[in-house]
């Protein structure tokens, strides 16, 4: 039997983590480069994306790009392969919200979610699954929600991206996993990062999502760290498709 601990080393291989440079995005980078692998941070803020990556050490290296426009994600992939880098962890996890209410949505603003949310993740996996398949060898985690597979007031174009990220991974995971690469998703429930100041802010939000918990609180990044751990690591070699729920029980109870 193969020794446990063996099975959730990165030693040796590479990780792009999108939305690196704050919240979920910089916990996943920091879980991965502890674990042994070679991790590359992408976000927009150029500044806080090379903070971070100083923070993590000489195995980080920092690209800066806008994820929501055709000419970000072809700086990101021409920025790996000057570098040459051809990763075989896709972290796809930087994300927008609008929430405005159903009679309000713009189209601009539900174009830009859907672009950050749904194309950029399904551009950078067209882009890397290749070198992947040469290697036999790759782990795809879309950073999904829970709302992935419920709805909400207020969080239109967000939940149907989050929903489109669902059937992508499930999608993907039926074409790519004959090569040996495995698509999952993780789906948080409500954790304490930037995106989400306004709930935190608001103590009548917080004391519903504590009575409707069953662990009774918001959840941390680092409740993320195992299962991004295990989906992008050799413990999930037969984990394909999956949608993995973190949400301290909440949709199990509501």
């Known amino acids: 039997m193969r020794d446990p601990a063996s099975l959730f080393t990165l030693q040796g291989r ?24 070679r991790v590359i941070l992408a976000a927009r803020g150029a500044e806080r994306l090379q903070t971070a990556a100083r923070a993590i050490g000489e ?5 800066p790009c806008d994820l929501s426009t055709a000419t970000g994600i072809e700086a990101l992939t021409d920025g790996l392969a000057r570098r040459g880098l051809a990763p075989d962890i896709l972290i796809n996890n930087a994300g927008a919200i609008d929430r405005a209410g159903f009679d309000d949505v713009a189209r601009a603003d ?15 996996a067209q882009a890397l699954v290749p070198a992947m398949r040469v290697r036999g060898w790759g782990r795809i985690v879309n950073v999904a929600s829970i709302l992935a597979i419920r709805g909400k007031p207020n969080a239109h174009s967000y939940a149907a991206s ?18 040996g690469i495995c698509v999952n998703a993780l789906c948080p429930g409500y954790v304490r990062t930037e995106i989400n100041q306004t709930l935190q802010a608001d103590p009548a939000f917080t004391a519903m999502l504590q009575a409707r918990v069953p662990l009774g609180r918001w959840g941390e990044t680092g409740d993320l760290a195992g299962p991004l751990l295990l989906l992008a690591s050799d413990a999930a070699s037969f984990v394909n498709g999956h949608l993995l729920v973190v949400d301290g029980g909440m949709t199990a109870t509501h």
Do not use: C, F, Y
């Open 14 to 37: 590479t990780a792009l983590v999108t939305g690196a440079s704050s919240g979920i995005g910089l916990a996943a980078a920091q879980t991965l480069a502890a674990a042994g692998a």
């Open 59 to 63: 195995t980080a290296v920092a690209i």
């Open 110 to 124: 539900w174009d830009r979610v859907m672009a950050l949310n749904v194309t950029a993740p399904m551009l950078l």
């Open 162 to 179: 989050k929903h489109a990220i669902a059937g992508l991974t499930r999608s993907m995971a039926a074409e790519l996993g004959g090569s």
